[in-house]
């Protein structure tokens, strides 16, 4: 088995016990996906805090791990057949995990697909048309007069809420039982807040969206992960 120690990204984020999971990420909403899912399911890991500019996640160390330069990326020192597994990508993570440690991704083969697909849901729609609203109205995209882009993605993120909105119809998690799926999605819905975005898409009409919000919120493991790693102080 190849150490953690062995590999390049030691030697900007050395780990402080090598026996554990490795957690290279950032408090972002598809960061915390990954953070929330390893506090639910109770693995032991260490977070490394790898901020969002190009002295982080371009640099030579970051890039041998992710070739994608972007958060969230792990490595783990015990996985299929006890080899080093490293993997970025955060959907891609969570469903490793999941089966990794046989939780939050049902108890049928047939459950595990329905999570999966959500997951997808996510992947593809949400976090993308949600990331690029936030972009178009609260960051650079803000500054461009042409108001196509914007009702572009306003449109889409008010259509991907709506299938939420009816999804969670009588139910309290998206697949029925809480899993994966919810951890990927609900970061974020909890980004609307923080991109300024919560009125252009109607989040007033979403009751049953809200009130997942708040439930997925209010989860112990939720609370902890969502804040892993800290931010640095300003």
Request: negative net charge; hydrophobic residues 40%.
């Amino acid at each position: 088995m190849t150490s953690i120690t062995d590999h390049p990204i030691n030697r900007r984020w050395a780990a402080a016990d090598s026996s554990i999971l490795q957690l290279y990420s950032f408090p972002t909403p598809n960061g915390v996906k990954v953070s929330i899912m390893l506090e639910e399911i109770g693995l032991p890991y260490e977070a490394h805090l790898v901020t969002l500019s190009d002295a982080d996640v371009r640099s030579p160390e970051f890039l041998a791990l992710n070739p994608n330069n972007k958060i969230p990326a792990i490595i783990d020192p015990y996985g299929p057949d006890g080899e080093t597994v490293s993997l970025f990508e955060s959907g891609a993570i969570l469903i490793y995990l999941a089966e990794k440690s046989g939780k939050l991704i049902g108890a049928t083969p047939a459950e595990k697909y329905e999570a999966i697909q959500w997951v997808m849901f996510q992947m593809g729609g949400v976090g993308p048309m949600l990331g690029q609203l936030g972009y178009f109205t609260k960051f650079a995209g803000s500054e461009i007069e042409d108001p196509r882009p914007r009702e572009r993605y306003q449109n889409e993120a008010k259509r991907l809420l709506a299938v939420l909105e009816k999804q969670l119809e009588g139910r309290d998690w998206i697949t029925g039982s809480y899993s994966i799926a919810d951890i990927a999605i609900a970061p974020w819905l909890n980004a609307l807040e923080y991109y300024q975005t919560k009125e252009l898409v109607g989040w007033t009409d979403l009751p049953n969206v809200n009130a997942y919000l708040e439930r997925f919120l209010a989860r112990p493991a939720v609370q902890k992960g969502i804040n892993t790693p800290s931010r640095p102080e300003a």
